[in-house]
């Protein structure tokens, strides 16, 4: 589990789940360490958590992936009622930790690939890689080379990872 804010720091790292565990747990274990949630303020989550004060989910059997609202278009009135709207603007927001996943990815591209090191280390792979990342958004950092930059690691050893499955 990975929290960050706008400006596409990692605020929180929980590593070392295995895919199967669920999102609730992995949670309900964050918040058991210490994991808060600021005053006045809440996180956005997917489909995977409740709905709660300081959580807030998409509604569920309602559009709200970008893709199936662009397939609507631009036209006025494009959402069936007031929940479609609430989960296009919910995947909006919730795009920029997609987009530091991308940025966090493209700068560690260990991250993209099945790794030979005993668990104790893969647990470490990620959070050190975040750590970095926000020391180089920190001194801002430019990310513009990531765009050219070229694959040191061949795409088919990458890694697929489930939709959602983010840590």
């Not at 005053?39 to 409740?50: E, P």
Request: proline fraction near 5%.
């Amino acid at each position: 589990m990975f929290a960050c804010d706008f400006d596409l720091k990692f605020t929180f790292i929980s590593s070392g789940w295995e895919g199967s565990a669920s999102d609730a747990g992995v949670l309900r274990s964050a918040l058991g360490k210490g994991f808060t949630v600021p005053a006045g303020k809440f996180y956005l989550v997917d489909g995977g958590y409740a709905n709660t004060p300081s959580f807030l989910a998409p509604y569920r059997g309602v559009k709200y992936h970008l893709s199936e609202f662009r397939r609507r278009g631009q036209r006025r009135n494009a959402y069936a009622n007031y929940k479609e709207l609430f989960n296009h603007r919910h995947a909006i927001l919730r795009n920029h930790i997609e987009r530091a996943f991308g940025v966090l990815k493209k700068r560690f591209p260990i991250l993209k690939v099945g790794t030979h090191y005993p668990i104790e280390s893969q647990v470490m792979i990620p959070a050190s890689a975040a750590v970095f990342h926000n020391i180089i958004r920190g001194l801002n950092g430019s990310e513009e080379w990531l765009d050219i930059l070229p694959d040191n690691i061949n795409p088919s050893n990458y890694v697929d990872m489930p939709e959602g499955d983010t840590n």
